[in-house]
Structures are given as C-alpha cells and as structure tokens.
C-alpha cells in the first residue's frame, strides 16, 4: 500500500494568479508537492482583490499549502533569482497573457536551456498559438467566445453567465492533467517539455448535451434551455417548485419514470400514451413538468427529497450557499474544512477532491502572507547569506 503521496519529491514554482493557474498548483501542493508562489512585491491580482469585502477568501482557498515569495521579474536580478528557483525546480506553470514571459526575458527557451529536466506549464484563455492568441481572456469572455453564454438562461431572455468561474477551473483542471503527464514522460526521457493549456477548449467538452441538439437539428442554433437538459433529450429533467424552496428531478429511461410516478401514486400515468417511452415525453415535456410541478410543491424540499430517495429517484434539494458551507457530508470527508486564518479568521476552505490511497487528506495549512518565506526559500533553500536576502528587499528586487 501506498505511504506517501504522489508528489512529495516534487518542487513546483507558481507564477499562477487569479483562478487558473493558482488551483492547478494548489491541486499539486495537496498532492504533496512543494509549492512556492511567487508574486509581484504588489501581491497578485486575487490577493490584492482580498481589499474588497470578501474577496479575500478566494486567494484562501488557492494558495493553502503553499509558501509566499516575492519577486521583481522587471529587474535583471529578480529574473536571475527565478532562474536559480527553476534550476532546482520540476515545474514551472504561469498563467500570463501569451508572450509575457518572452518579453521578460525569462520564457521557455531561456528556461529549458537553464534546466532541461524542467516542465514548463502554459496556461491562458486562447492558448499559445492561432488567431485569438492575444484576445483579452477572463473567465467572463471565455465563456462569451467558448458558447457557453449562448446555451446558459432561458430562451425569452438575454444569455448569462454560468454562475461559477468554469472556464477557469477547467483550465487549472487540464493544467493540472498536462503537467502530470509531462512529469509521467520525464521519468521516462528525463527530459521536460513544455504544456499549453487553454480554457476555451477545456471548455468545450462541457457543451455535449447542447451540440447534440444543435446536429441533431440540423444546425439550427439550439435555444437557451434554462433548467431543463442541454439538448432537450431527457424528461423529467427540471428544477421543480417545494413549498420552502426547489429540487432538481432527472428521470434517465423508464425505470426512473416508473419510480417517479410510483412515488407520485400516479401509476395510471404509466398507460398514457403521452409519456410511454423517452421520446414520447420529451415531445410532451410542458405536460410532464406540469404533472411533475404540482406534486412537488405540495412537499418541503428535504421530505420530498427523503421521499424520492426511497425510490430511487434521482434528485437533490437545491441548497444555497450557506447549506453547502455546512454540507455535513463534505465536512466528514474533509473535502471542506473550517480553518482558522490568521488574517480573515474563521473559513472554509476546500481540500483536493483527489484521494491517494493510504494516506489522509494533507491537513490545511493557511495561505500565507505576502513574502512571508522569502527568506525561507531564498536564504534556506537557494542558500543565500541573510545581508544579501536583506539587500534584495532593499533594492526593490522582493
């Protein structure tokens, strides 16, 4: 059995920010890697966020388990430093606009001559090529360009936004998966490569359901479906009305449905020739989520989820933020930890959903403040006398 975990003899250097590339690394420190995040004497974009009432949190929950350093990559000295980092390093990620680190003079071409071993991670909104290169990519314009506005809402009203930052975290997510199997080869060739990993298509995949409508009409442009299935091909498939609230119901072949009319003790619905096989139903789905509608909201959302549940119906109470914060089933996994924070006090903060065999979820440790291991890390681990880590600070180089 396993006894460590997968990446505790690795080193990453995290230039990541905001979103992308700060959760493909975080996802490597709870891997057991050794992070060290290096920021702008400024603090990076999400830290600096932090002034607004709760955005702190966010950089919180990215940056546990990771040490703080920061680094002037405008001045000759700071980007010398990040070559020593990289010398000694595994992974090198980013999340800069494409050609930022050329123009630093510390990209790949410079990097990869200072450490062959070195897997260098690229991660950005239209990738390191093609002619969207240099668009201006956040989560918000990602998700206009990549479609997923386009099929997110109800058809009567303008597109919106996917509520959470999807493209985003796709994008750490893929990040995450290319520096993997780039390390996976390095055992191999003992070589590095650099990854190139962008957030309009790790988005794509997503949109599935509402491509399958969109060839299977024959390319006509699919509506917004608000809460029913992507590609109008499931019914019951709704969020349908309690007495204190909602609760998503998705029926997948008959034996759902019979479960679910069972449950109704409406078993007379089963010879109506309305709602006789998959297609027929979705041909007639305003009547079905009628049907569905009204005998939902005679129920409080648990006790008709606790109803469903007992025929197996797959269904879930619609639960607002603070409910999930609290999610007893989370909170016993450690999947979610209430943490003391020595800035922002008491929060939650997630744990990696990948699980290692014999070992525990690392325990929590707190984002750090802002160079609070410069000397750790440049004194300690680069091997610099103290006088010269205190001359850096005073030069403006961290």
Same mark, same amino acid.
């Given at each position: ?17 905001? &979103? ?30 932090? $002034? ?6 966010? @950089? ?16 000759? *000295?700071? *980007? ?22 050329? *123009?630093? !003079? ?8 200072? $450490? ?12 390191? #090529? ?13 998700? +206009? ?23 985003? %975290? @796709?994008? !750490? ?7 993997? +199997? ?21 988005? &794509? =995949? ?8 969109? %060839? ?10 608000? $809460? *029913? ?7 019951? &498939? ?37 709602? =006789? ?27 008709? @989820? ?37 800035? /922002? ?5 997630? #744990? ?9 979820? /690392? ?11 410069? =000397? =750790? ?22």
């Amino acid at each position: 059995m396993a006894s460590a975990y997968p990446l505790q003899s690795i080193t990453v250097v995290d230039l990541g920010q905001i &979103y992308n590339g700060s959760y493909a690394t975080f996802l490597m420190a709870m891997a057991g890697a050794r992070v060290i995040k290096v920021e702008p004497r400024e603090g990076e974009h999400l830290r600096r966020r932090g $002034n607004v009432g709760g955005a702190g949190l966010p @950089f919180a929950m990215l940056n546990s388990n990771k040490q703080s350093v920061t680094l002037n990559l405008k001045q000759e *000295r700071g *980007r010398d430093l990040l070559f020593a980092m990289a010398r000694r390093a595994d992974v090198l990620l980013e999340n800069f606009a494409p050609g930022t680190m050329d *123009r630093l !003079g510390c990209g790949w071409p410079k990097l990869r001559t200072v $450490n062959p071993r070195l897997v260098y991670a690229q991660g950005s909104g239209y990738g390191q #090529s093609g002619p969207y290169r240099d668009y201006p990519a956040m989560d918000l314009t990602v998700q +206009a360009m990549a479609g997923v506005m386009s099929v997110t809402g109800y058809a009567d009203r303008p597109p919106v936004k996917a509520g959470p930052a999807i493209c985003d %975290f @796709f994008g !750490g997510v893929h990040l995450f998966g290319a520096v993997m +199997a780039a390390l996976y080869e390095r055992e191999k060739t003992d070589a590095g490569r650099a990854v190139d990993v962008s957030m309009q298509e790790a988005v &794509y =995949a997503s949109l599935s359901s509402n491509l399958g409508l969109y %060839f299977g009409t024959g390319g006509d442009v699919p509506m917004r479906t608000g $809460n *029913r299935h992507g590609g109008l091909a499931e019914s019951p &498939y709704n969020v349908y009305p309690t007495r204190d609230g909602y609760i998503a119901i998705i029926c997948v072949g008959e034996t759902h449905w019979k479960s679910l009319i069972t449950a109704m003790g409406r078993p007379e619905l089963a010879e109506d020739p309305r709602f =006789a096989s998959l297609k027929t139903r979705v041909a007639h789905m305003d009547d079905v989520d009628i049907i569905v509608g009204a005998f939902t909201e005679r129920f409080p959302k648990q006790e008709l @989820f606790e109803l469903l549940l007992k025929h197996r119906v797959p269904c879930a109470p619609v639960r607002d933020l603070d409910e999930v914060v609290n999610d007893p089933h989370m909170l016993e996994r450690r999947a979610l930890q209430w943490i003391d924070h020595p800035e /922002l006090g008491r929060i939650p903060v997630q #744990s990696s959903p990948l699980r290692f065999e014999g070992v525990e979820p /690392l325990p929590i440790v707190p984002s750090r403040r802002l160079g609070e291991d410069n =000397a =750790a890390v440049y004194g300690e681990w680069l091997g610099l006398p103290p006088q010269e880590v205190d001359a850096l600070a005073r030069d403006g180089v961290i």
